[in-house]
């Protein structure tokens, strides 16, 4: 069964940093990429970026509109997700998902931006 | 960014019955490889999205049959036939062939 779990989310001040991890189970983590996608309150969800895989080197793809502060990076050793977030702002408030193998999402972690 | 554009905005179904939803996107879906990059997802009350179809025409793992998605290179439609109660919530169209990879905005289903 493919469960992908986050955690690491909570309140932070504006300019702040945090890092969110996905912990991913039920399938063979290297064979595919992940996703972290985000979703405002009431609003339709966003794409953040991805990692792609071991055949396609781990390499990286980011929304513009968070690329130069959020990074997307992978432990295959744990089958650990990760997004770095920096200088974060009052609208990256919203629920982060990670996302991968034939399409699951995990069940998202809070994020709040405010001081 | 290729826009995706959904409509209704909302849809009221008598159980029993069928629902379609559409989705156009700014630019063709269709990649050289021939696979076009639309998916669908229901993202039920207080719940993640989950997946229903992905490269326009095939079901996920887990969807029932009553589910099906078709189209063209631009123009799209997800079909729920026999609503039941539990199709209730916000189905999003979203395009994979382009980054940044983008959602509709969404169309909310209820029950009559």
Redesign the interface.
């Known amino acids: 069964e493919v469960k992908l779990l986050e955690s690491g989310g909570g309140l932070v001040q504006p300019g702040g940093s945090m890092r969110l991890s996905c912990a991913a189970s039920g399938f063979t983590f290297t064979d595919f990429y992940m996703y972290w996608i985000r979703q405002p309150a009431g609003k ?4 953040l970026g991805f990692i792609r895989n071991k055949a396609n080197g781990y390499t990286t ?5 968070v690329k130069g502060r959020f990074t997307i990076s992978r432990d295959n050793t744990q089958n650990m997700l990760y997004l770095q977030m920096n200088t974060l702002r009052a609208e990256d408030t919203a629920t982060y ?1 990670c996302a991968g193998a ?7 972690v809070m994020v709040t931006v405010s001081s | 960014d290729i826009v995706m554009t959904q409509a209704p905005l909302s849809v009221s179904v008598t159980p029993g019955e069928s629902a379609s939803i559409s989705c156009r996107s700014s630019k063709s879906l269709l990649h050289s490889n021939g696979i076009t990059y639309v ?1 669908w997802y229901l993202q039920k009350p207080g ?5 229903l179809i ?1 490269r326009m025409s095939n079901l ?2 887990g969807v029932p049959d009553r589910f099906s998605g078709s189209g063209s290179e631009t123009d799209f439609t997800l079909k729920i036939s026999r609503v039941e109660a539990e199709d209730v919530g916000i189905y ?1 169209c ?1 395009q994979l062939l382009e ?8 169309t909310k289903l209820e029950i009559k």
């Open positions: 339709a969800p966003e794409w793809e980011y929304n513009p509109s998902y034939y399409g699951y999402w995990g069940q998202g | 998916y719940k993640s999205p989950q997946l992905y996920a793992s999003y979203g980054n940044p990879f983008t959602f509709g905005s969404g």
